[in-house]
């Protein structure tokens, strides 16, 4: 096994969090690698993403917004509402002063972007790497993977899980909501005018993004129903989203093909270890229903690297190092996750109690400005954002 380089960071897993820590880190002077099991940095998703205003100013900072930019749509509104029940809350950018609430773009847009800033990032690309151990230890650990059929390795003082989490099997606790999420693009009959929805029902949350000038649908379903509705023809598709939605926006004129993803909340037993940290989705993936999941992952990134740059590189992987990490996103990732699983919980029923007293909430927080302002902040900008 050639075992000949040694960086300070390796970043396993070049998807969009690994992406944007290598060009946060741009400029450091640190030796970088970035391990990606596919033999180029893209990726062909059909998943829209929602990207909050505080992303997009990370994005600026990293010189990849204005390579996104043409292929993002703004958020201006954000209806928050529950189907045959009382109760609404209204979100605008224009009450909180910024240009929009948030976006809305394709994953594979995304990653083009941030791809394109890899090349100047400075860092080693490794691609075509299946990573098949981890062995962080504290001062140096090690990777290995194979490459074109040959077995290798690289030692760093700091690994960074940024792949999901695939490289440690069982290293995970996973919740299963017993739903998929079925998404495509639909046309309406009203334009959508830069509003969004989060409309929820008593089988679960449905949201409408707007994308270009259609809306994303992420439409949430129980799984024993996923196989109908992926197999219904785009009349009776269509019929159905009606009846779960509403009229809102006119009626449903057309659907794109159909995708399903499996909702789960997945996280990591241990964040951090003597030389290892996980990120993204490695340390959290999170039920698309409050669209916190690249968000609270990007913010990782972003927050290891500020990280780094406070301490020298012979500190990586130590319990200083590690400990100052865990304190910037404590309680940004644990807010987090905890908002979206009481949202699935409290929301995705019918009983008559709860939804009067959901009603009644919604209801409070569009009369009284400041809890609404709180609020969008904290979606903007994360849990930790006053």
């Given at each position: 096994?050639?075992?000949?380089?040694?960086?300070?960071?390796?970043?396993?897993?070049?998807?969009?969090?690994?992406?944007?820590?290598?060009?946060?880190?741009?400029?450091?002077?640190?030796?970088?690698?970035?391990?990606?099991?596919?033999?180029?940095?893209?990726?062909?998703?059909?998943?829209?993403?929602?990207?909050?205003?505080?992303?997009?100013?990370?994005?600026?900072?990293?010189?990849?917004?204005?390579?996104?930019?043409?292929?993002?749509?703004?958020?201006?509104?954000?209806?928050?509402?529950?189907?045959?029940?009382?109760?609404?809350?209204?979100?605008?950018?224009?009450?909180?002063?910024?240009?929009?609430?948030?976006?809305?773009?394709?994953?594979?847009?995304?990653?083009?972007?941030?791809?394109?800033?890899?090349?100047?990032?400075?860092?080693?690309?490794?691609?075509?790497?299946?990573?098949?151990?981890?062995?962080?230890?504290?001062?140096?650990?090690?990777?290995?993977?194979?490459?074109?059929?040959?077995?290798?390795?690289?030692?760093?003082?700091?690994?960074?899980?940024?792949?999901?989490?695939?490289?440690?099997?069982?290293?995970?606790?996973?919740?299963?909501?017993?739903?998929?999420?079925?998404?495509?693009?639909?046309?309406?009959?009203?334009?959508?005018?830069?509003?969004?929805?989060?409309?929820?029902?008593?089988?679960?949350?449905?949201?409408?993004?707007?994308?270009?000038?259609?809306?994303?649908?992420?439409?949430?379903?129980?799984?024993?129903?996923?196989?109908?509705?992926?197999?219904?023809?785009?009349?009776?598709?269509?019929?159905?989203?009606?009846?779960?939605?509403?009229?809102?926006?006119?009626?449903?004129?057309?659907?794109?093909?159909?995708?399903?993803?499996?909702?789960?909340?997945?996280?990591?037993?241990?964040?951090?270890?003597?030389?290892?940290?996980?990120?993204?989705?490695?340390?959290?993936?999170?039920?698309?229903?409050?669209?916190?999941?690249?968000?609270?992952?990007?913010?990782?990134?972003?927050?290891?690297?500020?990280?780094?740059?406070?301490?020298?590189?012979?500190?990586?992987?130590?319990?200083?190092?590690?400990?100052?990490?865990?304190?910037?996103?404590?309680?940004?990732?644990?807010?987090?996750?905890?908002?979206?699983?009481?949202?699935?919980?409290?929301?995705?029923?019918?009983?008559?109690?709860?939804?009067?007293?959901?009603?009644?909430?919604?209801s409070a927080m569009d009369m009284l400005p400041p809890i609404k302002q709180a609020f969008a902040r904290k979606m903007m900008?994360?849990?930790?954002?006053?």
């Amino acid at each position: 096994m050639g075992m000949n380089e040694t960086f300070d960071i390796a970043i396993v897993g070049g998807g969009p969090v690994g992406a944007a820590l290598a060009i946060a880190l741009k400029d450091s002077g640190l030796a970088v690698a970035v391990l990606e099991a596919r033999t180029e940095f893209a990726a062909r998703d059909p998943r829209a993403l929602a990207l909050s205003q505080g992303t997009r100013l990370i994005l600026e900072r990293l010189g990849v917004w204005d390579a996104l930019a043409p292929h993002a749509t703004a958020i201006e509104t954000i209806h928050v509402s529950q189907r045959g029940r009382i109760g609404r809350a209204v979100l605008e950018a224009k009450e909180l002063g910024v240009p929009a609430l948030g976006y809305t773009a394709e994953y594979g847009d995304l990653y083009q972007a941030l791809a394109t800033g890899l090349p100047d990032a400075g860092a080693s690309l490794i691609t075509g790497a299946r990573v098949t151990a981890v062995r962080p230890a504290s001062g140096s650990g090690l990777v290995e993977f194979e490459q074109a059929g040959m077995a290798r390795g690289l030692s760093a003082r700091l690994i960074v899980l940024a792949d999901g989490g695939k490289s440690l099997p069982g290293a995970v606790k996973v919740k299963d909501y017993g739903q998929s999420a079925i998404i495509c693009t639909v046309q309406t009959e009203v334009a959508h005018g830069h509003r969004a929805y989060e409309r929820f029902t008593p089988a679960g949350p449905m949201a409408l993004l707007p994308l270009g000038d259609d809306y994303a649908l992420v439409w949430t379903t129980a799984n024993d129903l996923v196989e109908t509705r992926m197999g219904w023809d785009q009349a009776t598709f269509l019929e159905a989203l009606q009846a779960s939605f509403g009229d809102r926006q006119g009626r449903f004129l057309a659907a794109g093909p159909r995708s399903l993803f499996p909702l789960r909340l997945v996280t990591a037993r241990e964040v951090v270890e003597p030389g290892l940290v996980r990120i993204g989705n490695a340390a959290q993936t999170l039920h698309p229903v409050a669209g916190q999941g690249f968000n609270l992952g990007l913010r990782d990134a972003w927050w290891l690297a500020e990280t780094a740059m406070d301490y020298p590189c012979e500190a990586y992987g130590g319990a200083e190092f590690l400990a100052a990490y865990c304190k910037h996103r404590r309680r940004d990732v644990g807010g987090g996750i905890a908002m979206t699983d009481i949202l699935v919980e409290v929301f995705a029923n019918d009983l008559p109690l709860l939804s009067q007293a959901r009603g009644l909430a919604l209801s409070a927080m569009d009369m009284l400005p400041p809890i609404k302002q709180a609020f969008a902040r904290k979606m903007m900008f994360g849990v930790q954002a006053w």
